[in-house]
Nanobody, 119 residues
Framework: QVQLVESGGGLVQPGGSLRLSCAASGSIFNIFAMGWYRQAPGKQREVVATISSGGSTNYADSMKGRFTISRDNAKKMVYLQMNSLKPEDTAVYYC?????????????WGQGTQVTVSS
């Protein structure tokens, strides 16, 4: 069983910044890809950014240049630094991690953290 716990969400004014964190725990043997996704009210969940075990990153076009994903393999954590936030960034942000436990492969989601961008 792999658990993911996100933190760092909140209310921020347009143009502001937030840093999200996600901690993975459980009988994890190794972690492959990690990523952040978001879901706004009435919309489908969409990818924000992903990072491979080797550190290669991919971003959704609307986040490029504003968001930065990073990971700490030793701590089993992934981060999302969000700058120049816009009202349209308002959503629940979810952490996703894929890897291997002692029992096999896993693909786990966190419970989500609310990010609200509003003046």
């Amino acid at each position: 069983q792999v658990q993911l716990v996100e933190s760092g969400g909140g209310l921020v004014q347009p143009g502001g910044s937030l840093r999200l964190s996600c901690a993975a725990s459980g009988s994890i043997f190794n972690i492959f890809a990690m990523g952040w996704y978001r879901q706004a009210p009435g919309k489908q969940r969409e990818v924000v950014a992903t990072i491979s075990s080797g550190g290669s990153t991919n971003y959704a076009d609307s986040m490029k240049g504003r968001f930065t994903i990073s990971r700490d393999n030793a701590k089993k954590m992934v981060y999302l630094q969000m700058n120049s936030l816009k009202p349209e960034d308002t959503a629940v942000y979810y952490c996703n991690t894929k890897g291997r436990t002692t029992g096999g492969l896993f693909d786990s989601w966190g419970q989500g953290t609310q990010v609200t961008v509003s003046s």
